[in-house]
């Protein structure tokens, strides 16, 4: 079958690789679409090692099953079914799995799944979750992006007339936008110096958009909270001075939420001293524990398609990827399936 495989350091091809093979509790699904994550290109680049070539890319997955295990009887999955999925398979077993933070599961690392860049892909029947019937193949394969996103408003503190600001409107930052104010969120104010995620977030209900290269975010943040600073803060560009800035803007005993991945030599100048005399809460989102249930009960809730800005077939992953880069779109979809 074809895949987008990752070879070495900044060589990314559509190759030939084995189809695989069905084990007694696995699903085996055919590809519908992959959703670039942001994380993607820097993985290809070497500059987030957290996997290595050679390995099929992708992990924001929709598709339909073909086959199943014969032990695949858990979750009641049948041929047909229209499905997205966890990328990360957990033992269940380990303290950590069984300590509420499975996303430190000791086994993680040898449970590592497949990419789903291909035509098709074997998952445990663990990682597989039916789609609604109302949600389309192209909003499916976001399922991924929320459930990180709900870990995130998890611990974002947020509550019903919080004030929230959110810097970066990628497909993270957008999402983010819509569940703080299903959480009840009573101001949001976003920033992006791309104009036109900026409007996306406007129609999404956003009370104010800022671009942080031409207007004075704190001086408007304070200006919105009544001097106060924001309830919460959520950094999400992965920029380096917002990195910085984010905390500036959080109010007292308020909380400040870096969700993006940054690099790992980054080191951010914390004032102790802030953190005594505001109360802050300052908290890391990694990966998703747990989430995936309430998501499925989410997703038609959100407005996913708006997201969508281009979608390139497989055999164009390469130019797809050189496109995320740009940072100009905000969700960007590989198509596996010719059909």
């Known amino acids: 079958m074809k895949a987008a495989v990752w070879k070495k350091k900044n060589v990314l091809e559509v190759d030939d690789v084995p189809e695989p093979e069905v084990g007694h509790e696995d699903v085996k699904i055919k ?32 598709g339909t099953v073909v086959e199943l295990g014969d032990q695949a009887i858990t979750k009641g999955l049948k041929v047909g079914d229209r499905v997205t999925g966890n990328p990360v398979r957990y033992c269940g077993v380990c ?22 860049m291909a035509e098709y892909v074997v998952w445990h029947e663990q990682q597989v979750f039916k789609l609604p019937d109302s949600m389309s193949f192209e909003e499916g394969c976001l399922a991924e992006p929320v459930s990180v996103c709900l870990r995130g408003i998890d611990l974002s503190n947020i509550q019903e007339g919080s004030s929230v600001a959110i810097l970066g409107l990628g497909g993270i930052g957008q999402i983010l936008l819509q569940l703080a104010l299903l959480g009840g969120a009573s101001s949001v104010v976003v920033v992006d110096p791309v104009e036109s995620k900026r409007n996306l977030a406007l129609e999404m209900g956003a009370d104010i958009a800022l671009d942080p290269l031409t207007e004075d975010l704190w001086a408007v943040g304070m200006k919105t ?10 950094e999400a560009s992965g920029a380096l001075e917002s990195a910085k800035a984010a905390m500036d803007l959080v109010g007292k005993c308020g909380t400040m939420v870096y969700f993006a991945v940054y690099p790992m030599n980054f080191e951010l100048p914390i004032k102790p001293f802030d953190l005594y005399s505001r109360e802050m809460t300052v908290r890391g989102v990694f990966m998703s524990p747990y989430t995936f249930p309430r998501t499925m ?30 940072q100009q779109s905000i969700k960007i979809l590989i198509k596996s399936s010719e059909g």
């Open 297 to 326: 009960a989410l997703l038609p809730k959100l407005k996913l398609k708006p997201l969508i800005s281009k979608v390139f077939p497989l055999s164009n992953v390469v130019e797809a990827f050189e496109e995320q880069k740009k």
């Open 31 to 62: 590809v519908e679409y992959t959703s670039i994550c942001g994380s993607d290109p820097h993985i290809v680049s070497g500059k987030l090692p957290v996997s290595y070539p050679p390995r099929v890319m992708g992990h924001e997955v929709s």
């Open 225 to 234: 909270t009544g001097n106060r600073g924001f309830d919460t803060v959520i």
């Open 95 to 116: 303290d950590y799995c069984r300590n509420g933070q499975e996303h430190y599961c000791l086994k993680l690392a040898v449970l590592f799944p497949p990419g789903t």
